[in-house]
Structures are given as structure tokens and as C-alpha cells.
């Protein structure tokens, strides 16, 4: 390619010699079209001028046309056919249609070899620079048919390149920082877990630690964000939002860590395993010719790659990229097409991107890097579910589907069965270039991914879905399905390759379900709307552990070691009764928070468990063991407090009772006062004037009662 | 404990109040009669006729002869207690808000609203200068200029007066001169409500702010918070234990916008020093505006949006509680 480059510079060069020499050719008009007859103004011959040109006419020679003028409005398209002199004139016919969308071009070159073939290159000079700037931004990788894809450069980038410093000059690099232990909070001797709270209408944000019995606050700050928390997914991070871009918190004090300047930031997303950073911001900063989308590097803070929003064109979906499990991949969807990009280097995977006409949405599965999208029905061709394995885009599995209104796909968090919930019709019509169905009904179409050809299990249900839910670990899954008042709660499970059904609640007032991060135990709710029913319900045996409710709930969040689960009224929902409550999984209250204008309540996630499943194994079998020990401790705290507490009272009590003391010695020195103001009564207590006291009996009416006495 | 229902009212209840031995109940409402009750049985004993508006505000003097009503028609009247009649009528330039006897009860005091050009304003008048009796001549006139007056008692012993504000101040006036005394801000939101410890050395203040506070009478020193999640309508001390009971609720415009469950329309108990919550009691179901503490400590009663007057009388449990300290 060097090489290349440098025969164009010299090309160019030879370009510049042909413009010298028409110069000249009009000199020599002029000499000729002169006026003999006129006297001779010359200097002589020998005469040398002891003026400078510059004295005579400097504020002249600054215009001065320079060599380097122009350049910018020229441009070098390379990679275009090579052809003889026959056909120069169809190419030069086929650049210029091209290239004359971009402006009015004053001159095109087509260097030659010694044939008279034309180089593969030409160069094009627009009548101004911006034209120029255009051309190359439009055209630079135009495909113009399979073998030629246009390189297109500025003239002046020649230079740039050109005069790139030979010596490298290292960047020095940067001092190294220590942010201290940042998973200092898994090491915390109780195992308490930390929460972030929003509060006052978003004016207050702290961290708290869920200790016991009281939550010992960590850190509270004003305006920490300016509008939500969010925890990394390994809970290593908080980030906070601001109008220059966002922040991010960790170690023991939660000193900032990073910076990342993207304005106006409405957006974020952590890949799953914290190394990248995708912010997105609706209006980016124009000043810094920002982009919407801007993906970072979390431990350096390098922005890695940018990208534009297309969201004038469709509605912004959030994340608009989604990672692969082990951030290997990222991938986004645009209009039928979905580009796929590789870690660390950020370019598309394969450099091309996988055209699926009708595609409509796609997933990763948490586990591996499988990418499941799901194409619509179009005419005659059935609506289609696929599973493709990345990088080698290798088919894993299709399955057909007819009469689908819609899809929904859903991963169970260890990505052994992938849940598709498909809307079908059984009549469907076009009203105003959108499709009405009518007659809904639903299948859960379960994809048993660890087995070999993964089949698939079909569920069928009448009724309309508000929710579903995988078990987190395990093979259960809920769903709420029906119409207020006959709304039920329906569980199956996957037992030796086939679905069962398990047990189904009916009647009940749900519309949310929150399972354990650790399973079995669910937490069913009726937010919102519903007033905030909760149930906790075993789902070993299906015994309802707790029926309760937490009056308008807007919220419900189980801890990351699915020990307790939190609700909350948020003030953004939910103007009166703001605060959250802490239960345990067993649906017994611990503690209400009452707080003005809260608004969000976030356990602090937790990274995976380093114990090996012997371990944990061995754990849950001695388990009898610890718990009395914890029992022990528990009930050592809990004295402990409540020891303080009784000494906090006596001392409160104390200051009271000597600010009685004071107050009633004030009041005896002002009795004779108090007697002369009323006509020398003492009224001071209820009994210290008896003989104004009546005895006096009042008979009234209690119960009339009539017997029949037997005869 | 199951309460006595005293049902004499046809609209909401704005007031209610014992006499200085607690034998006789007296209560306003946003009818035009108020009524006085006999406390040990819920019988009633009188009503009081004469009001053409509704009645915001009653006190009765020390040896329970005379009553007093301030009232929305812009009067204020004194009442004979035992015969019911009607012996002075004050005429003002607005509502009457609220209305009280002083100490000796040859004083009264009314605090009147703002409207129609005049500014909120307390007055007093001698009850035995018979001009001033005929409310052409004040004692003491002073106005409270842009902060309305929403509740106003007597200070001990016939000297001064305390006012709570819609913005939340506590002021003190001087009876005779009709200067402020001392203005203190401790409160957020109106001041719904003002009543006296037994012995007037202390007072515990109601707030829209959703808080009751307690304070110094003589140096407006604040001494303890309770805090509740709803505006405080009326709050009362227990002459013989150290318990505070709170009324309040959801505001009654809003009432019919939310159940009653989230309304919260208890009767709630604090304890005095500690400022923790440790009873509740369920009964109205309407915002509780007016509550108030038998004098001997063994009874209470509350009034309320729902128009009920409920007199509870405590179980011996109640008693034997105790915190632990």
C-alpha cells in the first residue's frame, strides 16, 4: 500500500508540473497581444532593483496564490477499473456521474502507464473544499461493482501522511491509581449486603448497609445524581448521572473511580462482565462532535467506539446493543439486519453483518454465545425462530411458527432453556398498514438448549399473559395469565424431557412475579394498580409462606443472595407514603422505612460464587451447624441494641424528668398568683378544691331485658 | 374499650374540649350548633342556637359558667352554660378561627381570618368593661400582617397569647400592648392546632407538615418531635402519664380520592419523651380534626370530618404499660 501511495504522490507532483507549464503558455499570450508602439518602461537589462518585492507590494504578495491552493478541493478515487484508451471514455463517463453529485468539478486526471491504461486512479478537483469533503464522506468504500470498491482520500491527506514524524514518541503513560480493594463489600464479616437509595424527590442519594437490626448508612450525599442510581452487574461500580456525563463510585468511601464525558446521558448499559460501558445520549454535545452512542472501556475510561442513533427513523429500544455472557460480542439490530462486533477490537465481526430479511428481534442466551432472533410471517412463509452460534454463525436450531401475531423470547438465567412466548391469532386483518389480530391465544414454545438438537416443548394457554417468569435456577416457570377478577397464577415444570403442570392459584390479585435469585421461593405481587398484594410463596411444595401487602407498591426487589426481599413506594409512581419495607424470603416484615420523596431502592449486586457446587453442596448439608451459630449472633446484636436503646431512653428520660423538676418549682412559687386570678380557688389539681365538688349519682338507662317466666 | 359514639352533629366536627373537671364535653362542627355533652355517659346536655355559619372555635371558663364560640358568620358569642342562652354577641370583620377564656376568665381572646382587605388579627376584650362586652372596644387589637392565624390559646396567667400561623410560626403577643413577643419558626406547614400541658408549662403544637411538636410555654424551647405520615389535625398530653395521642389523616379534600385504609385516620399514641409511636386506634372514618384528654387522664375523645364525637375510655392495660427504660 505504501508503495501505492507514494507512486500517487508522485503523480500528483506530475499534475502540479502540467498546471506550471499552462502558466507559462499564457505568459507568452500576453507578450504577444502587447503594444509595440508604447516607450520602453524596462529597467535596463543589468538593473537590479534594491527594492524587495515584499516592501513594494507585501499586503499584495500575502494573496498571492500558493501551490498548495486548491488542494483541498481535490480528491484521489482509487480502486476504479483499469481500462485502455478505448474505454477511457466510458469510465471517465461513469466517475463523473458519480462524482458530479457532489459538486462541479473543474478537473479530472487519469494518470497512465507507458500502454496507456489508465493507473486504477484518478484525481478530481472540485470548485470548493466542502464539495471535495463530501465526495469522500459518501463515497469513500463505494462498491462499484463486485471487483472494484472505491478508496477515496483528500489530496492533503497525502501530506498528513507524509508527514508523519518517523520517531515515535511514546505516550507517557499514565500514573497508576489505586482505587483501593474494590470488593471490599464481600468481605464484610456479617455478609450484610449494601443498597443505594434515592430520596427527597431525588435531592438525597445514599448507600446503607443492611445491618441488623438497623441499617447502618455508608454514605449519604446531595445531588450524588441527577437522576438514577445504577450498579454495575457485579455490583463493583455505582453509577451516577450528570449533565456533563456520568460517574462512576467504588472501594471502601466510594471515592470517584471514573469519568466518562458524555452530555445529557439518558441511557446506560454495563457489559455483563463490567469491562465496557455503553452510554447513549439522545442529544450528545455538539460542540465536541459527539455521538449519540458511545461505547468505553471501564477500567481506562478510553472511549472505544461511537456510534449514531438512527432514532429519528424507528423508536429508540434500549439496550440498543446487547452483549454476549462474556462481553466477548456485542450485537444491535437495525432494520433487518444485525451487525455483530468482536471485543477488544470493536470491528464487525467477519467485517460483514447478518441480512435477515423480516428479523424483528434477537438475544444472547446468558450463558453461551448463542444468539436467538425470531423472523415475522410474511405471506406464505411461516414466522420462524432461530438459534445461531457465534462467531461461526453456525445454525443451531429453527423451528416454524404459524398465525404469530408476536414473540417474546426468554432466557432462564442459566441458559439452559430458552422460553418463547408466541402470540397467536386465528384471524387476522389490515386496517391502515397495520395488522389487527383478533382471537389471540399463546404458546410457550421451550427450547431444551443442553440437550442434543435441542428440542422444543410446546405449552398452550387460552388466556391473556401479563407475566412470566423463569426460576432462576431450576427448571420452573410461572406465569399470571387471565383477566381481572379471574387472574391466576400457573406453575410447570420440566421433568425428563417433558413440561408438567405443577399447581395453579386462582383468583388472585397479581401482576408482577419475582423469583429468588437462588430459586424455589417466589414472590408474587400486585403492583401498582393492584394496591401492592404481596405472597410468598415455596415453591418445593407450593405452601403460600406469607399473604401481606405493602399499599401501593411500586416496587419489589429481592437481595442478591435472595435472603430479603425489599418493597417500595416510589415518589415518581406515588405521591403520598413514600418509603421502602424489608421483609425476609419468608415474607416477614423486618423493618418499614417511611421516607419523604422516596424514589428507587437497589441492592447492590453480587459477583458469582467462587465455591465449587461440592462446596456449596457441603455447605447446605451442615447448614443445621451454622445456623445456631448465626442464631447466637443474631440475638447478640439484637440484646446489644436493644441494651443502647434502654440506655438511650434513661438518658432522655433523665435530661426530662430534671426539666420537670424545674418547670414545677417554677410553678408552686406562682401559686399565689394563680389564686388571685381566680377569686382564690386552687385549681391546680382535679382534687385540691373539694368543697367545689358535688357528689352527685346519675342513674341512666343500660339494658331493658324481658323474660318470659315459664308457667 | 369500646367508645361512646356521640352523634348530635350534622357536619364535620371542628372542636372539642372538657371542662376544667371533665364532667361536660363541649363540641363545634361546621354546623351551626354547638353542643355540650355529659362525658360519663355520652348523654347530651344542651346545644347552643343562635350561629348562622359554621362554628371553627369553643372554650369554656374555669368554673364552667360561661362558653364561648367563634364562628364563620363573623361573630363571636358568649353563652350562659346553664341555661344555653346567648348573653353577648361580638360582631367582626371575618371568620372567627378561634376563641379562648384566659386563666382567670375575666379575659377573652378571638383570632379572626383574613379576607376582603382585612388582615388576620387577634383581639381581646375584658369581660367586665361593659362596653368592651358589647364589642365596641377592644383591649387589645393586633394584626398578624399576611400570615394568617390558624389557632391561638392563652399563655398562663391572663399575660400573653400564642398564635400558630399558616406558615408554620409560633408567635407570642403581649395582652397589653398587642407587640410580639417572640416569633419562632419550627414547623413547615400550617398549625393546626395548639393545646396546653395541665399544668400550661408546656404545649404541643398540630401540623399540616405531618409532624406534632412539643415546646417550652415560657421560652417557645422545642422539646420533642412525633412524626406521623399525614398532616396532624389536633394533638393532646395526657395530664397523668407521659403519653401524647395525635389526630389527623389524609386532608379531607382528598379523602374521597384514596380508600380509607390509606387515609389513615387513627388516633395515634406517642410517648411524651421517648417520641416513639406505641398505640393506634382505629374508630373514624374520616380525618380526625380535634382531640383531647379527659382531665383525669382515664378517658379521651376525639372529633371528626366524619361529623362523630367518640369517647374512649381506657382498658386497665393501657395503664399497666410501660416502657422499657
Keep these: 500500500m505504501n508503495t501505492r501511495l507514494s507512486k500517487m504522490a508522485e503523480d500528483s507532483d506530475l499534475m502540479r508540473n502540467e498546471d506550471d507549464l499552462c502558466l507559462e503558455d499564457a505568459e507568452d499570450v500576453v507578450v504577444e497581444n502587447g503594444f509595440g508602439e508604447e516607450p520602453n518602461f524596462s529597467d535596463p537589462e543589468d538593473y537590479i532593483d534594491d527594492i524587495t518585492d515584499d516592501e513594494l507590494v507585501g499586503d499584495l504578495l500575502k494573496n498571492k496564490p500558493k501551490e498548495t491552493d486548491g488542494f483541498e478541493s481535490v480528491i484521489v478515487v482509487d480502486g476504479i477499473p483499469q481500462v485502455g484508451q478505448e474505454r477511457q471514455e466510458k469510465l471517465e463517463k461513469v466517475i463523473h456521474k458519480i462524482y458530479s453529485k457532489f459538486g462541479k468539478i473543474i478537473t479530472e486526471h487519469y494518470p497512465k502507464d507507458e500502454n496507456l491504461k489508465t493507473k486504477g486512479y484518478v484525481f478530481l478537483e472540485y470548485s470548493c473544499p466542502a464539495h471535495a469533503l463530501e465526495a469522500v464522506k459518501m463515497t469513500n468504500g463505494y462498491k462499484l461493482d463486485k471487483q472494484h470498491t472505491f478508496s477515496v482520500n483528500l489530496l492533503t491527506d497525502f501530506d498528513k501522511y507524509e508527514n508523519v514524524c518517523d520517531d515515535l514518541e511514546p505516550p507517557t503513560p499514565q500514573p497508576y491509581v489505586d482505587h483501593g480493594n474494590l470488593w471490599y463489600w464481600l468481605e464484610d464479616p456479617d455478609c450484610y449486603d449494601q443498597y443505594s437509595v434515592i430520596y427527597e424527590g431525588g435531592a438525597m442519594s445514599a448507600v446503607f448497609l443492611n445491618s441488623h437490626p438497623e441499617p447502618t448508612p455508608l454514605r449519604t450525599r446531595e445531588r450524588w445524581t441527577e437522576s438514577i442510581l445504577v450498579w454495575s452487574p457485579l455490583g463493583t461500580y455505582l453509577a451516577t448521572f450528570h449533565q456533563r456525563g456520568l460517574a462512576l463510585w467504588g472501594g471502601e468511601d466510594f471515592r470517584q473511580i471514573m469519568k466518562f464525558q458524555h452530555s445529557r446521558i439518558q441511557f446506560i448499559d454495563f457489559s455483563p462482565k463490567e469491562n465496557y460501558l455503553v452510554t447513549f445520549s439522545p442529544e450528545p454535545d455538539n460542540r465536541d462532535d459527539q455521538q449519540e452512542i458511545i461505547i468505553w472501556d471501564v477500567r481506562t475510561g478510553l472511549k472505544k467506539r461511537a456510534f449514531h442513533a438512527d432514532h429519528l427513523n424507528e423508536p429508540t429500544v434500549w439496550p440498543m446493543f446487547k452483549w454476549s455472557p462474556n462481553d466477548k460480542y456485542f450485537a444491535r439490530m437495525t432494520q433487518e439486519t444485525l451487525s455483530i462486533y468482536e471485543t477488544p477490537s470493536f470491528g464487525l465481526l467477519d467485517k460483514k453483518s447478518l441480512k435477515v430479511a423480516g428479523m424483528r428481534n434477537f438475544s444472547w442466551s446468558p450463558s453461551d454465545n448463542i444468539i436467538a432472533y425470531w423472523v415475522a410471517e410474511d405471506k406464505d412463509v411461516p414466522a420462524r425462530v432461530t438459534l445461531i452460534e457465534i462467531p461461526s454463525r453456525r445454525e443451531l436450531r429453527a423451528k416454524n411458527l404459524f398465525n404469530v401475531a408476536d414473540c417474546k423470547m426468554h432466557w432462564q438465567k442459566c441458559g439452559d432453556y430458552l422460553c418463547v412466548k408466541v402470540d397467536r391469532y386465528s384471524k387476522s386483518k389490515k386496517e391502515k398498514s397495520e395488522w389487527k389480530y383478533s382471537g389471540l391465544y399463546y404458546n410457550f414454545e421451550i427450547f431444551h438448549m443442553r440437550e442434543k438438537q435441542i428440542p422444543v416443548d410446546s405449552v398452550e394457554i387460552k388466556e391473556y399473559i401479563t407475566a412470566f417468569a423463569w426460576e432462576p435456577v431450576g427448571s420452573k416457570f410461572a406465569v399470571i395469565h387471565g383477566e381481572t377478577p379471574h387472574i391466576s397464577v400457573s406453575f410447570y415444570g420440566i421433568k425428563g424431557g417433558g413440561i408438567s403442570f405443577l399447581k395453579k392459584f386462582e383468583r388472585k390479585q397479581f401482576n408482577h412475579l419475582f423469583w429468588s435469585p437462588n430459586g424455589q421461593f417466589i414472590v408474587l405481587a400486585g403492583l401498582r394498580t393492584m394496591n401492592g398484594s404481596l405472597e410468598f410463596v415455596d415453591t418445593s411444595d407450593f405452601t403460600v409462606m406469607a399473604q401481606s401487602d405493602h399499599f401501593m407498591a411500586t416496587d419489589v426487589e429481592w437481595d442478591p443472595t435472595g435472603r430479603y426481599v425489599s418493597s417500595g413506594v416510589s415518589h415518581w409512581a406515588h405521591k403520598v407514603d413514600n418509603g421502602y419495607w424489608l421483609w425476609t424470603f419468608q415474607g416477614k416484615i423486618i423493618r418499614r422505612h417511611p421516607m419523604d420523596g422516596f424514589c428507587q431502592m437497589l441492592w447492590r449486586p453480587r459477583p458469582l460464587t467462587l465455591l465449587s457446587e461440592e462446596k456449596i453442596k457441603e455447605i447446605k448439608k451442615n447448614l443445621k451447624k451454622y445456623s445456631a451459630q448465626f442464631e447466637i449472633k443474631d440475638r447478640m446484636s439484637l440484646s446489644k441494641a436493644s441494651k443502647e436503646l434502654v440506655e438511650k431512653r434513661k438518658k432522655v428520660m433523665e435530661d426530662f424528668r430534671s426539666y420537670r423538676e424545674r418547670k414545677r418549682e417554677e410553678f408552686i412559687k406562682l401559686k399565689t398568683q394563680r389564686l388571685e386570678l381566680r377569686d382564690g380557688v386552687d385549681t391546680d389539681e382535679l382534687d385540691s378544691h373539694l368543697e367545689n365538688l358535688e357528689e352527685e349519682t346519675v342513674e341512666f338507662f343500660v339494658k331493658e331485658e324481658l323474660k318470659v317466666i315459664e308457667e | 374499650m369500646k367508645p361512646l359514639l356521640l352523634h348530635g352533629h350534622e357536619r364535620a366536627i371542628t372542636q372539642i374540649k372538657y371542662n376544667r373537671e371533665g364532667d361536660l364535653l363541649f363540641s363545634c ?250 398505640g393506634r386506634v382505629k374508630d373514624h372514618f374520616g380525618p380526625i380534626n380535634s382531640v383531647a384528654f379527659h382531665p383525669d387522664g382515664k378517658s379521651y375523645s376525639s372529633g371528626g370530618e366524619d361529623g362523630y364525637v367518640r369517647v374512649h375510655v381506657f382498658d386497665p392495660p393501657y395503664f399497666d404499660f410501660l416502657f422499657e427504660c
Excluded at chain 2, 369553643?58 to 367563634?70: A, F, L, P
Excluded at chain 2, 404541643?204 to 407538615?209: E, F, G, L, R, V
Design chain 2, 29 to 278: 362542627a361546621k354546623d351551626h350548633t354547638p353542643n355540650v355533652w355529659f362525658s360519663l355517659n355520652g348523654e347530651r346536655l344542651g346545644t347552643f342556637n343562635g350561629h348562622n355559619g359554621a362554628v371553627w372555635g369553643i372554650d369554656v371558663n374555669w368554673d364552667s359558667t360561661r362558653v364561648i364560640t367563634g364562628a364563620a358568620d363573623n361573630t363571636c358569642r358568649i353563652w350562659d352554660l346553664e341555661t344555653g342562652t346567648e348573653i353577648t354577641t361580638i360582631s367582626t370583620e371575618n371568620a372567627v378561627r378561634s376563641c379562648g377564656f384566659s386563666y382567670s376568665g375575666k379575659q377573652i381572646m378571638y383570632t379572626t381570618d383574613k379576607s376582603m382587605g382585612f388582615e388576620s388579627s387577634v383581639y381581646v376584650f375584658d369581660l367586665e368593661a361593659g362596653k368592651q362586652l358589647l364589642g365596641e372596644d377592644s383591649l387589645m387589637k393586633a394584626q398578624s400582617s399576611g400570615n394568617k392565624i390558624t389557632s391561638a390559646i392563652w399563655g398562663p396567667l391572663d399575660e400573653y397569647i400564642i398564635t400558630g400561623h399558616e406558615n408554620g410560626d409560633l408567635v407570642k403577643w403581649d395582652v397589653l400592648t398587642g407587640n410580639q413577643i417572640q416569633r419562632v419558626q419550627e414547623h413547615k406547614g400550617t398549625i393546626n392546632d395548639l393545646q396546653h400541658y395541665k399544668d400550661q408549662s408546656m404545649f404541643i403544637t398540630a401540623s399540616k407538615d405531618k409532624t406534632a411538636k412539643l415546646f417550652d410555654t415560657a421560652t417557645f424551647e422545642h422539646l420533642k418531635t412525633y412524626k406521623t405520615e399525614r398532616p396532624v389535625n389536633s394533638a393532646a398530653i395526657s395530664p397523668i402519664r407521659d403519653h401524647v395521642v395525635l389526630g389527623g389523616g389524609q386532608e379531607a379534600m382528598d379523602v374521597t380520592t384514596t380508600s380509607a385504609r390509606a387515609g389513615k385516620f387513627d388516633a395515634r399514641f406517642f410517648h411524651l419523651v421517648f417520641e416513639d409511636e406505641f
